[in-house]
């Protein structure tokens, strides 16, 4: 049984970064991708970008390429994902997932990201 | 870029009644759909894969059909935890955005 948790919620001002992790338990690691997908409140599920952990190659979505960089630490099967520049409009939850090609089918519990001066 | 639209974006129905959730892409997707279900505070779970294969441990009484371009999620008799909002979602990356299944 595969687990993903996520770090805590966090509070951040508008211009600065915020990492958060994802540790995996269950499964091999390696052996899969994690993706991350955000949800701003009351609205839908966007895809940010993924990572192969076995390759460390990360690909990111159009809309946040040069703000995110996701990263992972196979030593401890963990994920992060960092976003910069951060802006009111990053207000969401961030979600992982194991990425399995076609579908996600485990997620972690979520992240709050709270962007206010 | 695909785009997946869900429709309705709200149906209202009673428990016990059949729910009949659609998604159409703007160009074929074969059938590489999956259908997730999302309550209020909670991540999204994953419900169907591959446009018709249920995910581990999900009731017989969800149903996934389609390929091309249109899908469709069937709920054959709705039970109270079934209502909340249900995505489409597209190769791992487009998602559609969301039919909120409620009470009626």
């Known amino acids: 049984q595969v687990q993903l948790v996520q770090s805590g919620a966090e509070v951040k001002k508008p211009g600065s970064s915020v990492k958060v992790s994802c540790k995996a338990s269950g499964g091999t690691f390696s052996s899969y991708a994690i993706s991350w997908v955000r949800q701003a409140p009351g609205q839908g599920l966007e895809w940010m970008g993924r990572?192969?952990?076995?390759?460390?190659?990360?690909n990111y979505a159009q809309k946040f390429q040069g703000r995110v960089t996701i990263t992972a630490d196979k030593s401890t099967s963990t994920a992060y994902m960092e976003l910069s520049s951060l802006r009111s409009e990053d207000t969401a939850v961030y979600y992982c997932?194991?990425?399995?090609?076609?579908?996600?089918?485990?997620w972690g519990q979520g992240t709050l990201v709270t962007v206010s001066s | 870029e695909i785009v997946l639209t869900q429709s309705p974006a709200t149906l209202s129905l009673s428990p016990g009644e059949r729910a009949t959730l659609s998604c159409r892409a703007s160009q074929s997707v074969s059938s590489y759909l999956a259908w997730y279900q999302q309550k209020p505070g909670q991540a999204p779970r994953l419900l169907i894969y591959d446009a018709s294969n249920r995910a581990t441990g999900i009731p017989a009484r969800f149903s996934g059909s389609g390929s091309g371009t249109d899908f469709t999620l069937t709920i054959s008799s709705l039970e109270p935890e079934d209502f909340a909002v249900y995505y489409c979602?597209?190769?791992?990356?487009?998602f559609g955005q969301g039919t909120k299944l409620e009470i009626k």
């Open positions: 990572i192969i952990p076995i390759l460390g190659i990360a």
């Open positions: 979602q597209q190769r791992r990356e487009t």
């Open positions: 997932a194991r990425d399995m090609a076609t579908v996600y089918d485990y």
